[in-house]
């Protein structure tokens, strides 16, 4: 049984940075997609950051871009998101991901990711 947990979700005032850990567990395969997503009450869900395991492919929203880093730690079975320089808008419930795989890049698109985890909020305050 694949299982996510999320954790590192917090209050920061803008500017401040903030760490979110991503455990995963039970998932067999050696090439696939984890991504990082967010929804802001009364918006969809959207990608932020993508990493191809295996492939070393990283995608980042353009919104993010400069500020956050995906990363994975193998031994650990943990994904990683360091959220530098935040601002007000990146307030959200931030989710993790895996599957997503189209080809040899990593997709946004939330239908093709198949489990996800519970969700972590992050708060950023002006």
């Known amino acids: 049984q694949v299982q996510l947990v999320e954790s590192g979700g917090g209050s920061v005032q803008t500017g401040g940075s903030l760490r979110l850990s991503c455990v995963i567990s039970?998932?067999?395969?050696?090439?696939?997609?984890m991504g990082w997503f967010r929804q802001a009450p009364g918006k969809e869900r959207e990608g932020v950051a993508s990493?191809?395991?295996?492939?070393?492919?990283?995608n980042y929203a353009d919104t993010v871009k400069g500020r956050f880093t995906i990363s994975k730690d193998n031994a650990k079975n943990t994904l990683y998101l360091e959220m530098n320089s935040l601002k007000p808008e990146d307030t959200a419930m931030y989710y993790c991901?895996?599957?997503?795989?189209?080809?040899?890049?990593?997709?946004?698109?939330?239908?093709?990711?198949?489990?996800w985890g519970q969700g972590t909020q992050v708060t950023v305050s002006s």
């Open positions: 991901a895996v599957g997503g795989a189209s080809g040899l890049a990593c997709s946004f698109a939330t239908d093709k990711y198949t489990n």
């Open positions: 990493i191809y395991i295996g492939l070393r492919w990283i």
């Open positions: 039970g998932y067999t395969y050696t090439r696939y997609c």
